[in-house]
């Protein structure tokens, strides 16, 4: 019989759950859930479109637009 080790158990019950999270985002067309930070340590929601960071995708928004505004083509 093969023996369980909790933490790998509970690593793949999380694995599940995240999983099961974006699926529903997915059917929804919203944001969802992923577990760890981005690589610049935002938060954790991601665009289900292009599985961007949300608070990184609002940055780039934020920078375009202001240099857009710069060059006066608002």
Do not use: P
Request: charged fraction near 30%; charge should be positive; glycine fraction near 8%.
């Amino acid at each position: 019989m093969k023996e369980f080790n909790l933490n790998d158990l509970v690593a793949e019950m999380q694995r599940v759950m995240r999983d099961l999270q974006k699926l529903i985002a997915v059917a929804q067309g919203e944001q969802y859930y992923e577990g760890k930070a981005c690589r610049h340590g935002h938060g954790r929601s991601r665009y289900v479109s292009n599985d961007s960071c949300v608070t990184c995708a609002r940055g780039w928004t934020a920078a375009f637009e202001a240099k857009m505004r710069a060059k006066g083509e608002t």
